[in-house]
């Protein structure tokens, strides 16, 4: 087993406009999500999100705590939110044992525990993509699947818009309390490719998009920037990309997708947005 793990600072919006692609996608993009019984994690300054992945196959896999922690334990002084994008696996915290299957999600609380990753079937392992904020309290572990009581199902857009689409509220504070962490999972329907458009930005939370459940044939173009100066990054499935509090997060792709949002920062209101025109986006 080995964890991978690496740190990327905060970014001024004067600064990231002129960055080139390059570096555009040095500072903002996860292109290494998964990898056969390793662990690896991006910490990122804004808001001090972790987003990361962990894909057991042969042997069970530990959550561990990293230098920059300072901890004992990865939920020392942190929350998680974990969704399976695999095959079947399980999720072991302290005593407790959560059996997850394909896009169910699991939030684990702030404590001083082990946590450990396992596949049911090393012939179609799973895929633990997760997200984690500081925590200033603890809150219960909760698994949650689209038909848990609570969770939030908006049907947005239409097909000749190209963005009809599910957001699935799974992670937030009508389904569960957490400190930070808000997920969620938005699917875009056949014949759909524009994701979040139009725009939005909010200052008081950072964002991470996981994009999955595209063909190796085809690819995403993420958008994000401040409104009046945007940038994109060419994604492949299975690869995430931070976004700042000043940034919007948007995409479109060359066929249809999935996506998990996740968001941390001051304040667990979804609505907490200031939308963009997209007549006004340069």
Known sequence: MKTNSEVRYATHPADA?????????EHYLIEKVFTPDQVNMVYTMHDRIIAGGAMPVKEQLELESIDI?????????????????????????????????????????RGKRKVFFASKDPKNPAKFYFNSANAHTTYPDKLVTKKTAGVVVMEMGTLEESNH???????????????????????????STWNTMPAHTHNRRMEVYFYFEIAPDQAVCHFMGEPNETRHIWMKGEEAV????????????????????????ENLDYNDMDGCKTTDLK
Request: a negative charge; glycine letters at 10%.
């Open 17 to 25: 406009k002129h960055y080139d692609t390059t570096q555009i996608r």
């Open 69 to 109: 922690l300072r901890a004992e334990f990865f939920l020392e002084r942190r929350e998680i939110g974990i969704f399976n994008v695999g095959g079947p696996g399980t999720v072991i915290a302290g005593e407790q044992q959560y059996d997850m299957d394909f896009k169910e999600a699991l939030y684990l609380g």
């Open 165 to 191: 689409r599910f957001i699935n509220r799974m992670l937030v504070k009508e389904v569960l309390p957490t400190c930070q962490i808000q997920m969620g999972m938005t699917e875009l329907q056949p014949g």
């Open 242 to 265: 931070i976004s700042p509090e000043w940034s919007i997060h948007s995409a479109c792709a060359t066929s249809n997708y999935t996506f998990i949002w996740g968001m941390g920062g």
